[in-house]
């Protein structure tokens, strides 16, 4: 007679074999060439399409998905594909909340199914496929804040995709979409008519021009910003532009938090507007555009954290865009700008704006500059431990380094040969120069 497991091993021995059938039902979904490839979970009020999902079979099979079923985390919530629903290879099938709201932002796109009787959480969720024999296919949990693309928490944008082979349950295989999503389609680079290039969110002490922006029209017509709104995360937060505001095609507008510091740092820009009622936090934050209509029209969620430029962050440079169809709510897509920025105006390498035009700062001597092995810094006594920045004429931050002392050397033959601006700065006093490394 066979005798009973004892009960402590029974629910080791059955709870194993649980977890190891789920972790071989997880691991066959990523086998499989059916993922989620982008998710509309948090829409931005003003242009809702509902919240979404995006399946996409990568394949070189045709998949019937006739009574499979999609979940959020709560399995009472559960949509059953109905008969006869495929996913061609090489196609994708949208899976909505709300019919009406989709097809009256997106009439051209049918390959559609719906409605989902829940909506994925504003917060976070996790979302999961099984196949008609309830065998886990695809599984993700996402979250609305970092590491996850924070632009698509009510941004406007919605969460892409990166590499449909690799799991959706990672938060580095996801980037924020274009305003709305690419629903039914390969994502393409966004193609904004206006973009934020430029954002002045922190400022050095020394140098402060207030909190300010700057728009700039890619496109090839003149833009009448009447009616056009500036808004932060917060609804209320909004600066309204003055009637006739215009941008001509290939222009730029600054937008200003405090009129009199921006005009007293920028005496020569006048090409600005404001000022706005609120400030731009030195922590990052989301910034949103809308248009006449009140729709959102760009958003960007920049950072003060690890991957976006150092030298924005209080350090008396700028965020600046480096490639307007590229991911600018990444900072890989950000560098750091001139000292003191380039408002108005786009981005010069040589800086020479913000080098010659320093009201508050004094020159840097800086010796050696033609050596490309030591240069030497003419430290004043009061600046002796002060913090020194080099930056690339990209605006990238090289090195940040103490002066021990007056008379301070270091070794710049690592560098690769061009133009580097050097900055010397405490509590009080700003100094700058430049030095070629040959």
């Known amino acids: 007679m066979i005798q009973p497991l004892p009960k402590k091993i029974a629910y080791w021995f059955s709870t194993t074999v649980i977890a190891i059938l789920f972790l071989f039902s997880s691991r066959?979904?990523?086998?499989?060439s059916i993922t989620f490839s982008e998710v509309n979970y948090h829409p931005d009020s003003t242009i809702s399409s509902g919240s979404w999902i995006e399946l996409f079979n990568y394949g070189t099979s045709n998949i019937d998905l006739t009574g499979w079923y999609l979940k959020d985390d709560n399995n009472t919530n559960s949509f059953v594909f109905p008969g006869g629903t495929a996913i061609n290879a090489g196609e994708r099938l949208v899976v909505v909340t709300d019919i009406d709201k989709f097809t009256e932002r997106f009439p051209g796109v049918a390959n559609y199914i719906g409605e989902i009787p829940f909506g994925f959480g504003n917060n976070g969720d996790q979302v999961r496929l099984f196949d008609n024999t309830f065998t886990l296919k695809v599984f993700m949990e996402y979250a609305d804040s970092l590491p996850w693309p924070e632009a698509a928490d009510g941004g406007g944008r919605t969460l892409e995709l990166i590499d449909e082979t690799q799991t959706p349950d990672d938060a580095g295989n996801w980037f924020a979409g274009c305003i709305g999503g690419s629903p039914g389609t390969a994502f393409i680079p966004c193609n904004d008519p206006l973009v934020f290039d430029e954002i002045n969110y922190n400022s050095d002490t020394l140098l402060n021009s207030g909190d300010w922006?700057?728009?700039?029209?890619?496109?090839?017509?003149?833009?009448?910003?009447?009616?056009?709104?500036?808004?932060?995360?917060?609804?209320?937060?909004?600066?309204?532009?003055?009637?006739?505001?215009?941008?001509?095609?290939?222009?730029?507008?600054v937008v200003v938090h405090d009129v009199a510091l921006f005009s007293a740092r920028h005496p020569n820009v006048s090409n600005y507007v404001g000022p706005f009622i609120f400030n731009l936090s030195n922590g990052g934050e989301l910034i949103r555009l809308f248009d006449s209509d009140g729709e959102l029209t760009f958003s960007v969620v920049y950072d003060d954290e690890e991957g976006w430029p150092e030298g924005a962050n209080g350090d008396g440079y700028t965020l600046e865009l480096l490639d307007p169809l590229g991911n600018m709510n990444s900072g890989a897509d950000w560098f750091d700008g001139c000292l003191e920025g380039s408002p108005g105006?786009?981005?010069?390498?040589?800086?020479?704006?913000?080098?010659?035009?320093?009201q508050a700062a004094q020159t840097l001597q800086v010796f050696n500059n033609l050596s490309s092995g030591y240069i030497t810094l003419?430290?004043?006594?009061?600046?002796?431990?002060?913090?020194?920045?080099?930056?690339?004429?990209?605006?990238?931050?090289?090195?940040?380094i103490t002066a021990p002392d007056a008379h301070f050397s270091f070794d710049v033959s690592h560098l690769p040969g061009g133009v580097y601006f050097v900055t010397l700065k405490n509590e009080t006093n700003f100094l700058t120069g430049k030095f070629l490394v040959q």
Not at 28 to 32: A, D, G, K, P
Request: aromatic share 10%; charged share 20%; with cysteine.
């Open 28 to 32: 066959l979904s990523y086998s499989q």
């Open 213 to 253: 922006l700057e728009l700039y029209n890619r496109s090839s017509s003149g833009i009448n910003l009447t009616g056009y709104s500036l808004k932060d995360s917060e609804d209320d937060n909004a600066y309204f532009f003055p009637a006739n505001t215009q941008i001509a095609a290939g222009e730029r507008l």
């Open 345 to 358: 105006i786009a981005y010069d390498p040589d800086c020479s704006t913000g080098i010659t035009d320093l």
């Open 378 to 400: 003419n430290i004043p006594a009061n600046l002796k431990h002060s913090e020194i920045f080099i930056y690339s004429t990209g605006g990238g931050l090289v090195e940040k």
